[in-house]
């Protein structure tokens, strides 16, 4: 989904794989496996990157075809919650910190149930 998103708007900007690596500073073979959806899961410090070189809006990599609905709308929330992240103040680096919370969290939920 996002891998394609990514290859079609590379593709209409005119820039091939190699380009819009010099571009990014990522390499070329981490660009190929993300476009081919073998890298489902991109950061997003990569994906922000992409987005700032190919000069879109980063919902617009990140969007899902409108017939999902849905999911669309859970994609939505998972922008608004990263604004917000954003917002509080926490970077990026710190985001595995928020992974072990959560893991905690459930780990505690489980035990709990």
Do not use: C
């Not at 190919?54 to 994609?75: A, F, P, S, Y």
């Not at 929330?77 to 992974?99: C, P, T, V, Y």
């Amino acid at each position: 989904m996002i891998g394609q998103n990514i290859s079609s708007i590379r593709k209409q900007r005119g820039y091939t794989l190699s380009e819009l690596s010099e571009r990014t500073g990522i390499s070329k073979s981490y660009l190929s496996n993300i476009e081919r959806n073998l890298k489902q899961n991109p950061s997003i410090h990569v994906i922000e990157k992409i987005a700032e070189v190919l000069n879109v809006d980063l919902k617009l990599l990140l969007k899902i075809t409108e017939d999902t609905g849905t999911n669309h709308q859970l994609d939505q929330e998972w922008m608004d919650f990263i604004a917000d992240l954003k917002q509080s103040g926490i970077a990026k680096e710190r985001i595995h910190e928020l992974k072990i919370l959560i893991e905690f969290m459930k780990w505690h939920n489980d035990k709990v149930n």
